[in-house]
């Protein structure tokens, strides 16, 4: 679905929670917003979260915002309000193996559709951020930058983020080398500094382009594959 149900309107002005209240004004409820995290890193699991917040002031989630807005401590008082106030949450992990096996954007959306999968509470309605995702059950609606505007997919981008950077700590201790804790795995100069002194390490993306440059199963030249930040997929 690419719009909203028949009669449900989201003035530009409602706020966060506009779209929760449109849609529960034409009975639908409840409502997931799904999110992930870690799509355009080449090192680490990919994490999706989903959250279904109760209506009403129970589901408004003191300091709620993108997860990419907030500092690394507001996450983590956010994270525990959405895991404290939520009707339901969940999150999903896939691994960096998964990731290779299937390629980014499948794996980002069978990431997706498990989160949903996986909601103690059936919804009844699921907001997505960006893109559609098919396979859902449910009626839904991708929102464009929805981790800004829809208080659903911003829970889950917390509880996404916040469980990815916590599992990122925790494998900088496997390999310090590589300054996981720090960068979580993006493409920074000193991750791409430690992976051409280093090599990959088993949590690297094997079809990532700096990644198979490391390892030398590309030609070794001025990466082109940058875009917007992030370093592209291989095709091979």
């Known amino acids: 679905m690419t719009a909203l149900p028949r009669g ?77 106030r939520a009707v339901a949450w969940s999150v999903v992990v896939i691994e960096p193996e998964e990731c290779d096996r299937l390629g980014m954007h ?30 859902l059950g449910v009626p839904g609606l991708a929102v464009w930058k929805g981790d800004r505007v829809a208080a659903c997919i911003a829970a889950a981008s917390v509880l996404a983020k916040v469980t990815r ?28 500094a430690a992976l051409t002194a280093h090599g990959p390490c088993p949590i690297h993306r094997q079809r990532f382009v700096n990644v198979r440059r490391a390892a030398g199963r590309e030609p070794a030249v001025a990466p082109t594959g940058v875009e917007n930040g992030r370093m592209q997929e291989s095709s091979r």
């Open 8 to 84: 449900s309107t989201v003035r530009r002005d409602a706020g966060l929670y506009g779209y929760e209240r449109a849609l529960h004004r034409v009975g639908l409820h409840p409502i997931a917003g799904v999110d992930e995290a870690g799509r355009g890193a080449c090192a680490g699991p990919l994490v999706a979260g989903a959250a279904i917040l109760p209506p009403g002031r129970a589901g408004i989630v003191p300091g709620l915002a993108d997860s990419k807005l907030l500092t690394e401590a507001a996450r983590e008082r956010v994270y525990a309000q959405v895991v404290r």
């Open 165 to 192: 950077d916590r599992i990122m700590v925790g494998l900088d201790g496997s390999w310090p080398e590589y300054d996981f804790k720090t960068h979580k795995g993006y493409v920074t100069d000193v991750h791409q």
């Open 106 to 135: 499948v794996a980002n959306v069978e990431a997706l559709r498990r989160a949903v999968a996986l909601l103690d509470v059936p919804p009844a309605y699921v907001l997505t951020d960006g893109f559609p995702v098919d396979g």
